[in-house]
């Protein structure tokens, strides 16, 4: 019913750029809190950044002053700008959203994710 659609990955050299989009589509009627989600091999998924459906938006402390988090509500899309990239943002990346469907239901939802690698 909902789907969220991770790009933009990639292999990147130590302090260059890469820009992550995820899509929602479906029987969306709007979607709360949107995050990237990271997931590094052998270690827990952790929050990279959040955002409101107002525009609020909420860092990991790794990546503050580096990434960037935006959203267009309109389009359902979000968007991670990541800057000066180091071999530790090296993962998985995954889009999250809380979407409230048009039947109404309140949940959840993943993307596929996306990998990003930064060598040093």
């Known amino acids: 019913q909902v789907q969220l659609v991770e790009s933009g990955g990639g292999l990147v050299q130590a302090g260059g750029s890469l820009r992550l989009s995820c899509a929602a589509s479906g029987m969306i009627f709007s979607i709360n809190s949107m995050g990237w989600y990271r997931q590094a091999p052998g270690k827990q998924r952790e929050l990279v950044a959040d955002?409101?459906?107002?525009?609020?938006?909420n860092y990991a402390d790794s990546v503050k002053g580096r990434f960037t988090i935006s959203r267009d509500n309109a389009k359902n899309t979000m968007d991670l700008q990541m800057n000066s990239l180091k071999p530790e943002d090296t993962g998985v990346y995954y889009c999250?959203?809380?979407?409230?469907?048009?039947?109404?239901?309140?949940?959840?939802?993943w993307g596929q994710g996306t990998q990003v690698t930064v060598s040093s």
């Open positions: 999250r959203g809380i979407v409230v469907t048009r039947g109404g239901f309140r949940g959840m939802y």
């Open positions: 955002i409101t459906s107002g525009g609020s938006t």
